[in-house]
């Protein structure tokens, strides 16, 4: 086996964005591109020799491919170890319980989470600290500056090597240890939520339906809901990990996971509905005739958390990020803990979890997670739900309405303007910074401004500074509008529009959310001139 040295160029575009370096998959099957890409992170974190690193991902198109690759690249670079799942999969939470439990010097998992995969979908890498966590801006700043400059990288030429079953084998000098992608992501639940209790509850005809869309949660929820918990077999549906998803967008909200949602508010509806997306990050939570907003699930989750054993001694603090709806702070505040708002994206959570200062963390798009990790956790979610459900043996329905008439509600919808053209988008986002300084005390639509400005976030841990996070427009107590550019997208710009409404009478927490936030809509257009600037007429998600 000889390493090889292999002449290369910079590739345009190898900036990570919210979460890692996202491109079509053909991108990443241009002859030399992953490479490159893989080369600068080990460049940029100083060399991996000697290292252990862990890597898994959530078993799209090209997955298999690229981890061969990635193994190679890594035994010429001179690492110890990798610990890889088998068949190559980890879910992103079970990657970030492998790092922290293993201790390993970060990892690399691949995924473009919740977009589609296939050929002609999404593909996706990102690098992990050995924190378990997200690569922070200065890491991904510095990957990204070598993907500038590099020339070359290196790789071993050997045969693949079988992944197929758990144990080590040897790739040249690096050890590879093929390992269960489930197993110590199950070892870590086990230890924070009351089993027996869950157990109980599903021995008692509670009845509820996981759709893994496809993706890398499957076996897990298999092994854990069917198998350790007692759901009847069948709790899972979509449960074999496909690698372009059956063709699905693997996003559990209830435009993607529509299925699910029409059957938890039909005639025939489980007490309780749940998916995961792509990589296992993601939750949505549905209980009979009950979506729950990812803003109301992270809310009440926090009050309700105690509940479970990992948390029985309360929570230190709740860090949201900032379009995420107030719900959560209101908790905090009862709570008498401090409550964070950050920008999107969960890396930024990162330094409150390491400090102590948070425990709970959430995003209104549909990620929820704890310190237990540094990712966010579709199934710890869910876990965490049925716990709760288990010793207050109410419906999630009833959960909701007293969590509302306690806190009150916020009406919340999430509204996307998807591959718009970019220069337009950045056009109307640049338009509402200059309206900014002029619109407190203005009347529109009926609301009026109590606060407007660009979003910027000084961590209070390390000090560090992220600029143009958003625009928030505040109306008193009562709304709020966020406008800002998704940092995901692989295709021209998405455009996100966040609508929120605060009703504290439960006499009036009963209206459809479209309803209930048309005024806040109206607010929207009037402000940012969304029709005419970006030439559509409604948006093309609303979740
Ligand atoms: C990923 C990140 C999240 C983020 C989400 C939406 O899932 O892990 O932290 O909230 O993307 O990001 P976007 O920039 O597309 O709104
Ligand atoms: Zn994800």
Redesign the pocket.
Same mark, same amino acid.
């Given at each position: 086996m000889t390493i090889r040295t292999v002449r290369t160029a910079p590739f345009e575009g190898q900036k990570p @964005? =919210?979460?890692g370096l996202r491109a079509t998959t053909r991108t990443f099957m241009q002859p030399g591109y992953l490479e490159t890409f893989v080369q600068s992170i080990f460049d940029a974190v100083g060399g991996i020799g000697g290292r252990t690193l862990t890597l898994g991902g959530d078993g799209r198109f090209f997955n298999e491919r690229a981890i061969q690759t990635i193994l190679k690249m890594a035994a010429a670079n001179g690492a110890a170890r990798v610990l890889v799942g088998r068949d190559g999969l980890l879910s992103t939470p079970a990657a970030s319980a492998v790092i922290r439990e293993r201790r390993t010097d970060g990892g690399i998992i691949l995924s473009a989470?919740?977009n589609p995969g296939g050929a002609d979908g999404d593909f996706g890498i990102k690098y992990n600290i050995p924190a378990g966590g997200?690569a922070p801006e200065s890491v991904t700043e510095a990957i990204y500056a070598r993907t500038r400059t590099i020339d070359q990288y290196r790789i071993l030429e050997a045969p693949d090597l079988d992944l197929t079953t758990e144990g080590e084998r040897m790739l040249g000098g690096l050890a590879v240890e093929v390992v269960d992608p489930v197993a110590i992501y199950a070892g870590l639940m086990r230890r924070l939520f009351d089993f027996e209790a869950i157990r109980a509850l599903f021995a008692s005809g509670f009845r509820m339906r996981f759709d893994a869309m496809h993706a890398v949660t499957g076996p897990y929820a298999r092994a854990l809901l069917e198998g350790e918990l007692g759901a009847p077999a069948g709790t899972v549906v979509n449960g074999v990990p496909l690698p372009d998803f059956g063709g699905g967008h693997p996003d559990p909200n209830p435009v993607y996971a529509k299925a699910l949602v029409d059957e938890l508010l039909g005639p025939e509806a489980p007490d309780f509905g749940a998916a995961s997306d792509g990589d296992g990050?993601?939750n949505m939570i549905v209980g009979r005739g009950a979506y729950v907003t990812p803003s109301d699930s992270l809310a009440i989750l926090a009050a309700n958390a105690h509940l479970a054993p990992g948390y029985a001694r309360g929570l230190a603090g709740i860090a949201r &990020?900032m379009p995420t709806s107030r719900a959560a702070d209101r908790v905090a505040a009862k709570l008498g803990i401090p409550c964070f708002e950050t920008p =999107?994206?969960?890396k930024f959570f990162g330094t409150l979890l390491d400090a102590g200062k948070a425990t709970i963390c959430g995003?209104e798009?549909a @990620?929820t997670g704890s310190d237990h990790l540094r990712e966010?956790d579709g199934l710890w979610a869910v876990l965490l739900w049925l716990d709760i459900l288990a010793v207050r043996r109410q419906p999630v329905a009833g959960i909701l309405a007293e969590h509302w008439a306690a806190y009150g509600r916020d009406y919340y919808s999430r509204h996307d303007y998807e591959a718009v053209d970019k220069a337009a988008a950045e056009g109307l986002m640049a338009a509402l910074r200059d309206l900014l300084g002029g619109l407190p005390g203005r009347a529109i639509e009926g609301l009026t401004v109590t606060a407007a400005d660009d979003f910027a976030y000084t961590d209070p841990v390390d000090g560090s500074r992220a600029e143009h996070q958003g625009i928030r427009i505040v109306f008193g107590e009562a709304a709020r509008l966020v406008f800002?550019l &998704? $940092?995901? $997208?692989t295709a021209g710009a =998405?455009l996100?529009v966040y609508l929120e409404r605060f009703e504290p009478d439960p006499a009036r927490q009963a209206e459809a959310p479209e309803t209930a936030l048309a005024p806040v809509a109206r607010a929207a257009e009037a402000l940012a001139g969304i029709r005419a600037r970006l030439g559509r007429e409604a948006p093309d998600v609303r979740t």
């Amino acid at each position: 086996m000889t390493i090889r040295t292999v002449r290369t160029a910079p590739f345009e575009g190898q900036k990570p @964005g =919210t979460s890692g370096l996202r491109a079509t998959t053909r991108t990443f099957m241009q002859p030399g591109y992953l490479e490159t890409f893989v080369q600068s992170i080990f460049d940029a974190v100083g060399g991996i020799g000697g290292r252990t690193l862990t890597l898994g991902g959530d078993g799209r198109f090209f997955n298999e491919r690229a981890i061969q690759t990635i193994l190679k690249m890594a035994a010429a670079n001179g690492a110890a170890r990798v610990l890889v799942g088998r068949d190559g999969l980890l879910s992103t939470p079970a990657a970030s319980a492998v790092i922290r439990e293993r201790r390993t010097d970060g990892g690399i998992i691949l995924s473009a989470s919740h977009n589609p995969g296939g050929a002609d979908g999404d593909f996706g890498i990102k690098y992990n600290i050995p924190a378990g966590g997200p690569a922070p801006e200065s890491v991904t700043e510095a990957i990204y500056a070598r993907t500038r400059t590099i020339d070359q990288y290196r790789i071993l030429e050997a045969p693949d090597l079988d992944l197929t079953t758990e144990g080590e084998r040897m790739l040249g000098g690096l050890a590879v240890e093929v390992v269960d992608p489930v197993a110590i992501y199950a070892g870590l639940m086990r230890r924070l939520f009351d089993f027996e209790a869950i157990r109980a509850l599903f021995a008692s005809g509670f009845r509820m339906r996981f759709d893994a869309m496809h993706a890398v949660t499957g076996p897990y929820a298999r092994a854990l809901l069917e198998g350790e918990l007692g759901a009847p077999a069948g709790t899972v549906v979509n449960g074999v990990p496909l690698p372009d998803f059956g063709g699905g967008h693997p996003d559990p909200n209830p435009v993607y996971a529509k299925a699910l949602v029409d059957e938890l508010l039909g005639p025939e509806a489980p007490d309780f509905g749940a998916a995961s997306d792509g990589d296992g990050d993601r939750n949505m939570i549905v209980g009979r005739g009950a979506y729950v907003t990812p803003s109301d699930s992270l809310a009440i989750l926090a009050a309700n958390a105690h509940l479970a054993p990992g948390y029985a001694r309360g929570l230190a603090g709740i860090a949201r &990020s900032m379009p995420t709806s107030r719900a959560a702070d209101r908790v905090a505040a009862k709570l008498g803990i401090p409550c964070f708002e950050t920008p =999107t994206g969960w890396k930024f959570f990162g330094t409150l979890l390491d400090a102590g200062k948070a425990t709970i963390c959430g995003e209104e798009s549909a @990620g929820t997670g704890s310190d237990h990790l540094r990712e966010k956790d579709g199934l710890w979610a869910v876990l965490l739900w049925l716990d709760i459900l288990a010793v207050r043996r109410q419906p999630v329905a009833g959960i909701l309405a007293e969590h509302w008439a306690a806190y009150g509600r916020d009406y919340y919808s999430r509204h996307d303007y998807e591959a718009v053209d970019k220069a337009a988008a950045e056009g109307l986002m640049a338009a509402l910074r200059d309206l900014l300084g002029g619109l407190p005390g203005r009347a529109i639509e009926g609301l009026t401004v109590t606060a407007a400005d660009d979003f910027a976030y000084t961590d209070p841990v390390d000090g560090s500074r992220a600029e143009h996070q958003g625009i928030r427009i505040v109306f008193g107590e009562a709304a709020r509008l966020v406008f800002r550019l &998704s $940092g995901t $997208g692989t295709a021209g710009a =998405t455009l996100r529009v966040y609508l929120e409404r605060f009703e504290p009478d439960p006499a009036r927490q009963a209206e459809a959310p479209e309803t209930a936030l048309a005024p806040v809509a109206r607010a929207a257009e009037a402000l940012a001139g969304i029709r005419a600037r970006l030439g559509r007429e409604a948006p093309d998600v609303r979740t």
